[in-house]
Every structure is written in structure tokens, then in C-alpha cells.
């Protein structure tokens, strides 16, 4: 029987003596429980590192779900990956290349990050998604640190003062920092600072759901949002 995700998360709360006040989340991952999905996953890593638009789709579900409400299907899975100049507004056309290399690294960063199997067999990732987080936080507040000893800095530059040091924290989000890789994030404890992009996931950032369609493993939603 699958570990159920609340178990695992107080386990490690448990285990690593937190308190309410100071909220972690370490990573997990639960794909090495079933042989047949691990393959499948680093069969969808090397498609993403062969930015082969064609493999990812022959391993999606036709129908996969994209959006709430919006275009969903294979279509809407290649646009993402493509990122055709010519379907942008003139005064994005440059940013065409830009948005292709993000989109890429969601797809690998949500692959990368683990994930849980649920009551289905079916495997949700990445880890954040499921991760437990303080109740009474705004979801799309909700920030999770993805690394250990990620450094808090005094100024949202390289060689700002490092303030404190965190490790898989759940921290609250504050603001983007115009033209910059940093966001401003609060702590639980009310310290306040800048953390790199790189380190930092919102609970609503993108995740996936896979799932056995007649014996082949398939990824049947890529979205965003609450």
C-alpha cells in the first residue's frame, strides 16, 4: 500500500524536530516504487534534453489537460515547446527563444522534482504540489524552498549579506524584484529577505499528473494555477 503523503510529511516533521513555527518541506520522491514509470520518466528527461518536441507528445496523453477552461491536447503541448515567433504580438516576436528555454525548464524542473503516487496509481509531480504547508496560508502565497542552505540575502543582488541560510523551508512570497532573478520572500519568524528564483517554487507553479493509458504510462495534465 502507497505511503499516503500526510504520513510522510509529519514523519519527516517528526523526525527532524520542527515546530509549527519554522515549516520545512524536503524533497521526496516515489517513482523508484514502480520500475515501469521510473523508465518511462528518464525516457521523458532525455526527450527534454534532446528538446524533442515529437517524443514528448508520443509519451502525453492525446487528450492531456493544459489549461482550466483554455486549449488543452497535444496542440497545446507542442505550442508550449515551440513557442512559434509568428503566433506572438509584434513587440514579443524577440522573446520568442527566451520563452522556449523557460518552457523547457518547467518541463524539466517539474520531471526532476519528484512526486507521490496517489490512491490511483496514478503519479503527481512535482513534490510541492503535495507537499503539506501551514494551514491558513494564501496558496498562491505559498513558497517552497527546493534546496539546502539556500542563502537569504539583505539585497536582491549576488553579493548581498547573507541573513540566514534555508533548507526546504515553506516561506511566504512578498514581491518579484523588477529586472532581476530574486524574489522577496518572509520567513515564519518574520525575517524578511531575497532568495534566487532558482531556489524558490510556488505551490501553483507548474506540475504534472501521469497515469497508465491501455498498459503505457502517459502524462496526462501540464498546468499551472490553483
Do not use: C
Given at each position: 500500500?502507497?505511503?499516503?503523503?500526510?504520513?510522510?510529511?509529519?514523519?519527516?516533521?517528526?523526525?527532524?524536530?520542527?515546530?509549527?513555527?519554522?515549516?520545512?518541506?524536503?524533497?521526496?520522491?516515489?517513482?523508484?516504487?514502480?520500475?515501469?514509470?521510473?523508465?518511462?520518466?528518464?525516457?521523458?528527461l532525455?526527450?527534454?534534453a534532446?528538446?524533442?518536441?515529437?517524443?514528448?507528445?508520443?509519451?502525453?496523453?492525446?487528450?492531456?489537460?493544459?489549461?482550466?477552461?483554455?486549449?488543452?491536447?497535444?496542440?497545446?503541448?507542442?505550442?508550449?515547446?515551440?513557442?512559434?515567433?509568428e503566433?506572438?504580438?509584434?513587440?514579443?516576436?524577440?522573446?520568442?527563444?527566451?520563452?522556449?528555454?523557460?518552457?523547457?525548464?518547467?518541463?524539466?524542473?517539474?520531471?526532476?522534482?519528484?512526486?507521490?503516487?496517489?490512491?490511483?496509481?496514478?503519479?503527481?509531480?512535482?513534490?510541492?504540489?503535495?507537499?503539506?504547508?501551514?494551514?491558513?496560508?494564501?496558496?498562491?502565497?505559498?513558497?517552497f524552498?527546493?534546496?539546502?542552505?539556500?542563502?537569504?540575502r539583505?539585497?536582491?543582488?549576488r553579493?548581498?549579506?547573507?541573513?540566514?541560510?534555508?533548507?526546504?523551508?515553506?516561506v511566504t512570497?512578498?514581491?518579484?524584484?523588477?529586472?532581476?532573478?530574486?524574489?522577496e520572500?518572509?520567513?515564519?519568524?518574520?525575517?524578511?529577505?531575497?532568495?534566487?528564483?532558482?531556489?524558490?517554487?510556488?505551490?501553483?507553479?507548474?506540475?504534472?499528473?501521469?497515469?497508465?493509458?491501455?498498459?503505457?504510462?502517459?502524462?496526462?495534465s501540464?498546468?499551472?494555477?490553483?
Amino acid at each position: 500500500m502507497r505511503i499516503r503523503i500526510v504520513i510522510l510529511a509529519l514523519a519527516l516533521i517528526l523526525a527532524n524536530g520542527l515546530s509549527a513555527q519554522d515549516p520545512t518541506a524536503p524533497p521526496f520522491d516515489q517513482a523508484e516504487e514502480d520500475a515501469s514509470f521510473l523508465t518511462y520518466r528518464n525516457s521523458l528527461l532525455q526527450a527534454v534534453a534532446d528538446r524533442d518536441v515529437d517524443a514528448i507528445l508520443a509519451k502525453a496523453s492525446e487528450d492531456i489537460t493544459f489549461s482550466f477552461g483554455g486549449a488543452s491536447g497535444q496542440s497545446a503541448l507542442r505550442a508550449f515547446l515551440q513557442v512559434d515567433a509568428e503566433q506572438l504580438a509584434p513587440e514579443q516576436k524577440h522573446e520568442a527563444p527566451a520563452m522556449r528555454e523557460r518552457n523547457w525548464a518547467e518541463l524539466e524542473t517539474v520531471l526532476r522534482l519528484g512526486g507521490v503516487f496517489n490512491e490511483e496509481d496514478a503519479f503527481v509531480a512535482p513534490y510541492t504540489w503535495v507537499a503539506d504547508y501551514p494551514s491558513g496560508m494564501d496558496p498562491f502565497e505559498v513558497l517552497f524552498i527546493t534546496a539546502d542552505g539556500v542563502a537569504l540575502r539583505d539585497r536582491p543582488i549576488r553579493f548581498g549579506e547573507v541573513v540566514a541560510r534555508l533548507s526546504y523551508d515553506v516561506v511566504t512570497f512578498r514581491n518579484w524584484v523588477t529586472g532581476t532573478q530574486f524574489v522577496e520572500i518572509a520567513m515564519a519568524n518574520g525575517t524578511t529577505g531575497f532568495v534566487h528564483r532558482d531556489f524558490a517554487r510556488f505551490l501553483v507553479d507548474y506540475r504534472a499528473n501521469f497515469a497508465k493509458q491501455e498498459g503505457a504510462w502517459k502524462m496526462t495534465s501540464f498546468i499551472a494555477g490553483d
